[in-house]
């Protein structure tokens, strides 16, 4: 045997021994990063601060796209300001159908118009659907000028999506759609937000979970859930976790539940997650809490971390605070006001 052959075969040998059993975990590279490129905080004087949420993902040798942000020139502003390029994608996920998640979009098909994106599946929704067209009830008796496609319908129906001629591919349920990187479909059940669909992107990494979210309207704690059956260790969750209008004990049993059941290493709070969650956070995960506002870039990998701001200080300094707080009261998230609103309105018919 030729030496050229035996360290082949011994190389091949050795891919089969580090097969892993059930779930593959990839490969954390040396420049694996999270960088947040929209948010309504954050200390980088480059960077532009509004309501919304967009992160560029760079792991497993991918560059993946989350969301992008609530307002298409400021998400571009970012985008340069960080010096990203949006043609080098291998993909983009909007999570979710909120205006403060995709109004990007339109600036990224502009540069990228061909990149693949996933969006959730969702009955005549703005990313486009489809239906059997057997879904409707037919009448034979009529004439076929009162009948819908004179009679003879296609055989699935296909509705139109705001971006016409984007490549979207719509996620149904929990998909993986590359080696290690799966793709959560959850539902929410929310006052406000009933239905509504949304996708997280949970990476399988040697040192466990890293679960990037939108805005978690189906619950926090059910997006972990989901991820803790692809690997029970969560290494990072990022991103919103929509607690912005939350009360105090809501709140304490979220933190707990990730701190204790979920066993939470890492947490890089952002966006729709609230000022006081934020800082219950901050109590619960010291050194553990990841500062991640806009421009933030966020290693990943064995040494994990921001690098800024790590278990010192405050969840927010006072800057942050002031325009985390003006751009928050523009959200209305969950139908609260409306729900207040109502709420005085019966309190004081009931007074008369
Ligand atoms: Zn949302
Ligand atoms: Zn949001």
Not at 172 to 193: F, M, Y
Not at 208 to 232: F, Q, W
Not at 335 to 344: F, L, P
């Amino acid at each position: 045997m030729t030496p050229c052959v035996k360290s082949f075969l011994a190389g091949a040998l050795a891919v089969v021994a580090l097969a892993p059993a059930v779930r593959i975990a990839v490969a954390a590279e040396p420049q694996s990063r999270i960088t947040i490129l929209y948010d309504a905080f954050g200390n980088d004087a480059s960077m532009k601060k509004d309501w919304g949420f967009s992160a560029l993902v760079e792991i497993a040798g991918k560059r993946i796209l989350f969301d992008t942000g609530d307002n298409r020139d400021i998400f571009a502003a970012n985008v340069k300001a960080k010096g990203v390029d949006l043609t080098k994608l291998d993909f983009v996920v909007v999570s979710h159908r909120h205006g403060d998640h995709m109004a990007g979009l339109s600036y990224v098909l502009s540069v990228n118009p061909n990149v693949k994106i996933y969006a959730p599946k969702e009955a005549f929704g703005i990313f486009g659907s489809s239906l059997p067209s057997s879904f409707y009830r037919k009448d034979g008796s009529l004439p076929s000028d009162m009948r819908y496609y004179d009679g003879t319908p296609p055989e699935v129906m296909q509705f139109g999506t705001a971006w016409q001629g984007a490549n979207f591919e719509l996620i149904d349920k929990t998909t993986e759609v590359a080696p290690g990187i799966t793709l959560i479909a959850l539902v929410s059940d929310a006052p406000g937000t009933k239905e509504l669909k949304e996708l997280s992107l949970a990476v399988n990494t040697p040192e466990g979970i890293v679960l990037v979210v939108g805005c978690s309207h189906p619950g926090i704690e059910k997006i972990v859930e989901a991820a803790a059956t692809i690997n029970p260790k969560i290494r990072l969750i990022a991103g919103g976790f929509h607690l912005v209008a939350a009360q105090d004990d809501a709140i304490a049993k979220i933190v707990a539940s990730l701190k204790n059941t979920f066993k939470v290493e890492n947490i890089a709070p952002g966006h729709c997650t609230g000022e006081p969650t934020f800082a219950a956070l901050k109590r619960a995960f010291g050194s553990s809490y990841v500062y991640a506002g806009v421009g933030t870039s966020l290693a990943l990998g064995p040494n994990m971390g921001g690098v800024e701001r790590r278990g010192e200080g405050p969840a927010l300094d006072e800057d942050d605070m002031t325009t985390y707080r003006k751009l928050a009261s523009r959200e209305d998230p969950f139908g609260v006001r409306a729900r207040r609103a109502q709420t005085r309105l019966a309190t004081s018919e009931s007074a008369k």
